[in-house]
């Protein structure tokens, strides 16, 4: 009991020296009497202190990644789900960009022939043996079977089935289509008829053939072919542009030609599409055909330098050297 008592008193003693100690080295601030006194127990017990310190450290940071690893998953989590609708955002944006160009460019397609339309998105293509695809737009709009279906570059098909709120568009590379043609800066007229789904394929395959209703007239590779319209202008008006001939086949027995034709229309990414819900009031002929690409200029050869230089020009006044006379003259 003793010790104990003992112990308790030195303790206390301590206990008040170090408050006094700690309240006069406060007060007396940078000129503390004791300022000897703490850079040496800095000095003593700096060394030690660093070293628990660095054992301690590690200990703390585990414990602390462990407490707030929850925070940061979700914090993770948080930020991929925002990087993750900008992401959309910006494909969206990217997306109404290309379609609005397009309608722009149909807008202007269908002003030059003079056809009243109804834009139109695809939304689905057709999974069976026909050469379909489903647009946005249905009876709710107006639309009617055998309606021509074009985009901004061309004729895409015709209109076969009519929902309330979509339609099924069969495409000119149909195996079925057969559309009345006419060859560009000519009165010959012949038939357009798809290939179906393999002249979609690659290795030079063209989608659509055309055959001239006078296996006699003229034909060249590069002409380009617009509808020539149907009676009742359905389901095809006139004027819309088809394709250009790629090559031209001749037949065995040398009456027939048929000319491959490669289509402007790209059908394999539709997007922005247009019905023609009323005809123009005139045929438009040519005029919605885009322009023929420029033949590239040819290289006009320039004369390369003489090897032997020119004689220089004499310069004016000057005379000719006299020609000294020979001894025998």
Known sequence: MKDTRRTRVVLGALLVVALAMITIDYRGGADSPLRGLRGLGAT???????????VVRPVGDTFDAITDAPGERRRADRMLRQNQKLREQLRSAQLDQDRSAQLHRLLGTAGMGGYKIHAAQVISAGQGFEDTVTIDVGSRSGIK????????????????RVGPATSTVLLATDQTSSIGSRLEASKEIGITQGRGRRGLGGGGATPLRFQLLDAA???QVGQ?????????QRPYVPGVPIGSVERIEKATNGLTRTAYVRPFVKF???DVVAVVVAPPKTDPRDAVLPPKPKPPATPTPTASPSATGSPSAKPRGSKSPSTRPSPGD
């Open 44 to 54: 003593v017990f700096g060394p030690v202190e660093r070293a628990s310190a660095s």
């Open 145 to 160: 079977t055998d309606m021509t279906v074009m985009s901004a570059d061309g004729l895409v098909g015709r209109i076969t």
């Open 217 to 219: 007239a003229p034909i």
């Open 224 to 232: 380009r072919i617009v509808t020539l319209g149907s009676q009742g």
């Open 268 to 270: 394999t990414s539709l």
